[in-house]
């Protein structure tokens, strides 16, 4: 079964830390995305790639990085953590032709800064 | 960027009921998705839409994209608690990979 895995389900993070969230997918699919996800704002996209080594920044951007190097994984950096990016943080990818094709999703990961 | 309201945000309701969740924006899509969320999972995709008009049927859910393809709906008949979910619409803007989605909406299906 294709699937997106994220390393951690949950995570909890000192104020200042620098934080690494990772995504590995096994479907071969160009296009990753972190988005994050807050009640009642559904989610936003922070960051995407559509190759190896290419980012573009997403609607939130600020507070993050992130780090393709090889196809199958895609890190979203938190540089120093703060109270306010304490979400849930989703990665998804799809392949670059199906252009009405569907993300496939990680089961999420929850990060709490403390 | 694209903004997707969706409307209501919250529903609870009895098993047996029909509900309708709207998705709704100023902006114009080249194709609407709508996916479903359950707790501790990512979401799940559950349609496509491309054209004006156009309906499609999974089950007991109805999917319609509005003729100047800005706004949708999902239309549940008869519903069950394994319904239960969060809702959500996403929208592509011209022929970009780029997904935006909406505010989500929390439902609740009760026996």
């Known amino acids: 079964d294709v699937k997106v895995t994220q390393s951690s389900r949950y995570l909890v993070k000192r104020t200042g830390e620098k934080v690494f969230l990772e995504c590995v997918q096994d479907?071969?699919?160009?296009?990753m995305f972190w988005y994050r996800q807050d009640p009642g704002l559904g989610l936003r996209l922070i960051y995407f790639s559509y190759d190896v080594k290419m980012k573009e920044k997403g609607d939130i951007p600020e507070g993050y990085s992130v780090s393709r190097e090889k196809k199958e994984r895609f890190s979203l950096i938190l540089e120093s953590a703060s109270t306010n990016q304490t979400s849930m943080y989703l990665c998804?990818?799809?392949?670059?032709?199906?252009?009405?094709?569907?993300?496939?999703f990680g089961s999420g990961t929850r990060l709490t800064v403390v | 960027t694209q903004l997707l309201e969706q409307s209501p945000q919250f529903l609870s309701i009895q098993e047996g009921e029909n509900l309708t969740v709207y998705c709704n924006s100023s902006?114009?899509?080249?194709?609407l998705q709508w996916y479903r969320q359950e707790p501790g999972e990512g979401p799940v995709l559950l349609v496509t839409?491309?054209?004006?008009?156009e309906v499609k049927k999974l089950k007991r859910l109805t999917f319609q994209f509005g003729d100047a393809r800005k706004d949708s709906s999902l239309h549940i008949t008869a519903a069950q608690p394994g319904d239960t979910g969060l809702y959500l619409c996403a929208g592509r803007e011209g022929g970009g990979n780029k997904l935006t989605f909406g505010t989500g909406t929390q439902l609740k299906v009760e026996l």
């Open positions: 998804a990818s799809s392949l670059w032709i199906r252009r009405t094709g569907g993300y496939t």
């Open positions: 479907m071969d699919h160009e296009n």
């Open positions: 902006s114009v899509f080249s194709s």
């Open positions: 839409v491309v054209t004006g008009g």
